[in-house]
């Protein structure tokens, strides 16, 4: 491991003067996935600043009866908050459904969104990875890649991002919030993550040492009805090979209103608003849930090995759009 | 600023402090091990993988392996040497020592510093990923096999003693564990 500086921010402003522009300067929330590619090589940072004891550790509703999250949240604080299991129960059930507890207690909200890919070729510095090393190239491609993406990726890059809890954090809208030494801004989830194209090393639209400060999920009746689940290669402990954040709005069987997200299958959580489209106005019925499945993975370019994906999804879809039906019929 | 590779560091470890000087990329993990001789915190992946190396920062469960010791500074650390009273066995030890909870015994420590944060966990009300209903109306999750597995999935067992480890931390918590039982076992 590369040697480090460490600084302890007290503050916001001072840990974004901390980090400043230095491209080799990290923020360092739990450390889970830092620390592990630090060892690894992946990451080199020449400064860490330690933003743990920032005052950025509550969930507090805001007055239109949304949520703000703070970024050094833990998973394990934020999946057991009362309002988060409350109002956005498919947000408390994709954290719980990540990592270990010891992980959940460590890593926070900020640092799960900026995880990195978990494919085998980016964690591994002694092959070539676009994502790590721009140009070097993807032997993802015709290599291993049971687990990669589906949707939305490149001929330069088929990594998916990791995180449960940006799958349902994507279904609900939420807008992350962030600060610079030039003064804040908010992205809406759906434009954070960048499309892959010839850039994989450029994943966020973040300005450059920008500071997550925390996450915005909007008032939202639907996200009470709402679900998450997770199909891995075993019972718990696993990253996802296909999940999916839902939440339904039917009245007299007919769906007037849906949420539908997608995790592992993207360089980013996939929003299905072609399925939404499909569902809105349909009657909640098993074919109307395979359509709008189909709808969404109509644009679904899988590889050699993960096609399966493309049913996985299908039939994790008609599942848990199923499952919200029945409840609401209760 | 000054740029430093090293600093000198007071850790909080079982009610005791401990002052000393650490290259930044120590782990809590290495920390305790080969600079403090506590040996009874394991490492087992040094990845996060296998929870071997599982103390309670703060009172709640974390792996050492990725936790950075320059950066644990602050917070209260127990580890596998702090969680008896003096002679008295800490319940959940006395449990796994009852019920077999182990084989070779490397993972234990882990176990039990895992297991003590889990009973903690579900005393506060936390549900799990097989709790059917996570809304806070539905009510604390019952301690059952299931929710025991799922809660200790962070920590792997090479001998495979899981059976008794599940009946162990049942016990400690005070609940039945469940179709695996824990009567014929403490026989």
Not at chain 1, 42 to 49: G, I, T
Not at chain 1, 305 to 322: C, D, E, I
Not at chain 2, 97 to 117: E, M, N, V
Request: aromatic share 4%; glycine share 10%; proline share 5%.
């Amino acid at each position: 491991m590369r040697e480090f500086d460490y600084q302890r921010a007290h503050d916001v402003a001072g840990a974004v003067a901390l980090l400043g522009a230095a491209l080799d300067t990290r923020y360092l929330g739990g450390g889970t996935n830092l620390v592990d590619l630090m060892k690894t090589g992946v990451e080199r940072p020449a400064r860490l600043v330690d933003i743990r004891e920032l005052p950025l550790d509550l969930v507090e509703s805001t007055p239109e009866g949304g949520l703000r999250i703070g970024a050094t949240v833990t998973n394990g604080d934020l999946a057991a908050h009362p309002e988060v299991r409350r109002r956005y129960p498919a947000l408390a059930q994709a954290v719980l459904a990540g990592a270990s507890g010891q992980l959940r207690n460590m890593a926070t909200v900020g640092g799960n969104l900026l995880q990195r890919t978990r494919c085998g070729y980016f964690t591994d510095v002694t092959r070539p990875c676009n994502k790590r090393v721009p140009g070097s190239g993807c032997p993802a491609i015709a290599g291993d890649h049971h687990n990669h993406a589906i949707l939305g990726a490149s001929e330069h890059c088929v990594a998916t991002h990791p995180s449960d809890m940006a799958v349902a954090l994507s279904a609900f809208d939420a807008v992350v919030r962030y600060e610079t030494g030039a003064g804040g801004g908010e992205l809406p989830l759906r434009d954070f993550y960048l499309p892959v194209g010839d850039t994989p090393h450029l994943e966020t639209a973040l300005p450059r040492g920008a500071l997550i400060t925390g996450v915005t999920l909007p008032p939202l009746p639907i996200a009470g009805h709402s679900r998450y689940r997770k199909v891995r290669e075993r019972a718990s402990y696993a990253f996802a090979i296909g999940s999916a954040a839902a939440a339904l709005d039917v009245h007299d069987g007919v769906v007037r209103d849906a949420r539908l997200a997608f995790g592992a299958v993207a360089s980013r959580p996939w929003r299905a608003t072609a399925a939404e489209r499909v569902l809105t106005g349909a009657p909640a019925t098993p074919e109307t849930f395979a359509a709008a499945a189909d709808a969404e993975l109509a644009a679904a370019r899988p590889l050699e090995h993960n096609a399966y994906k493309v049913t996985l999804l299908r039939n994790l879809t008609v599942a848990v759009l199923t499952e919200l039906a029945e409840e609401a019929a209760r | 600023m000054a740029v430093s590779t090293s600093s000198v560091i007071t850790l909080n470890i079982n009610g005791e402090k401990h002052t000393l000087p650490v290259d930044h990329r120590t782990t809590l993990l290495d920390a305790l091990r080969e600079r403090l001789d506590m040996t009874g915190t394991k490492k087992g992946c040094d990845q996060g993988q296998c929870g071997a190396c599982t103390v309670l920062l703060d009172g709640r469960r974390a792996v050492s392996c990725l936790q950075l010791a320059v950066a644990a500074e602050n917070r209260e650390i127990t580890t596998i040497e702090g969680v008896a009273e003096g002679d008295r066995l800490h319940p959940v030890q006395q449990a796994f020592l009852d019920l077999d909870g182990y084989q070779c015994g490397y993972c234990t420590p882990g176990q039990i510093c895992s297991a003590i944060g889990v009973i903690e966990e579900h005393a506060a009300g936390w549900p799990s990923a097989v709790t059917g209903d996570v809304r806070p109306e539905a009510g604390p999750p019952e301690l059952t096999a299931e929710e025991i597995r799922e809660r200790m999935s962070g920590n792997l067992c090479r001998c495979g003693a899981y059976v008794a480890i599940v009946d162990a931390v049942a016990r400690a918590a005070g609940t039945a564990a469940g179709p695996a039982g824990t009567e014929e076992a403490a026989a």
